[in-house]
């Protein structure tokens, strides 16, 4: 995977506890911030990553928490959340649970739960449980609806944590119609 970045990298820092910021007592302040991070660390879906609108990703991204894209990634996605903002480019298929489209996907996009943006672009094929499309929103490709659980585990091979248990269950279903899609197009196109 090659990361491109103009931009310095910066720590998240968890600041829920205010009195940490004015204890006197400088081996608390230390041990807190430790457990905040421990803490963050153990429950993958409250973790979340931020592509910043600089950053150029080359290669696929499989998380179980939370991302959000405002640069490029020149691969696949696969999480649990993800938000691609107004800036935000991904060339290549996307998979996730609940998915917001604000920028532009060139690629296919599984999705249990797909919410399209006004100023959202998608060139390629659809299928999702649920899907809510704003005025102004463009889409060039098929829309399939699919009444069973999708699979949004096909780069990793594996179902991402999920609150509710059972909620996605995971099946070839969705990577099958879009592999007979291919062939079908390329038959078409084909001398």
């Not at 910043?52 to 499989?62: D, E, F």
């Amino acid at each position: 995977m090659k990361f491109v970045s103009r931009a310095s990298p910066s720590i998240p820092i968890n600041s829920s506890k205010q009195d940490v910021m004015f204890s006197k007592n400088k081996n608390s302040q230390s041990q807190t911030r430790s457990e905040s991070r421990s803490q963050s660390m153990k429950s993958p879906n409250e973790t979340f990553a931020v592509l910043a609108p600089n950053l150029v990703v080359s290669g696929n991204l499989v998380s179980e928490g939370n991302i959000h894209v405002d640069g490029t990634v020149e691969g696949d996605v696969q999480t649990v959340h993800l938000t691609i903002g107004a800036s935000g480019v991904v060339k290549g298929r996307v998979f996730g649970r609940e998915v917001k489209i604000s920028g532009r996907v060139v690629g296919s996009i599984t999705a249990c739960e797909l919410v399209l943006e006004e100023s959202a672009v998608v060139e390629g094929d659809i299928h999702y449980q649920s899907l809510s499309v704003a005025r102004g929103a463009r889409m060039n490709g098929n829309c399939q609806f699919s009444e069973t659980d999708l699979d949004i585990t096909a780069l990793s091979g594996k179902r991402p944590a999920t609150k509710t248990e059972g909620a996605l269950a995971f099946g070839d279903a969705a990577m099958e119609a879009t592999s007979a899609a291919k062939t079908t197009t390329r038959a078409k196109t084909a001398p």
